[in-house]
C-alpha cells in the first residue's frame, strides 16, 4: 500500500481544512478523489502482478468500490 498511500495527502487535506486554509468542501472533494485514485493504483499494481482468476475478481470489486467512490463525488459535488 506504500506505493499509493492516502495516508499522508488525506492528512495533509485535513489539516490546511483545520487551519482555515481549504474549506471543508474542497478539502472532502479532494479526500474523495485521492481514495478513488489509490484504489485505481492497485487495481493497477492487481493486475500486473497478478495472473490468477482471484486477481481479477479482486480488481473487479475494487473498480466497483472506485466507481461507488465517483458517484459519491458527484453527489458531494452537486449537493455543495
Known sequence: AALVGAD??????????????LSM???TLAI???????TL???????????????????ATLMTVAATGAAALLLLHRAG
Open 8 to 21: 499522508a495527502p488525506s492528512l495533509s487535506l485535513a489539516r490546511l481544512a483545520q487551519d482555515g486554509q
Open 25 to 27: 468542501e474542497t478539502a
Open 32 to 38: 474523495v478523489v485521492v481514495a478513488i485514485f489509490t
Open 41 to 59: 493504483g492497485k487495481v493497477g499494481i492487481l493486475l500486473v502482478v497478478g495472473r490468477s482468476p482471484f486477481a481479477r475478481r479482486v480488481a
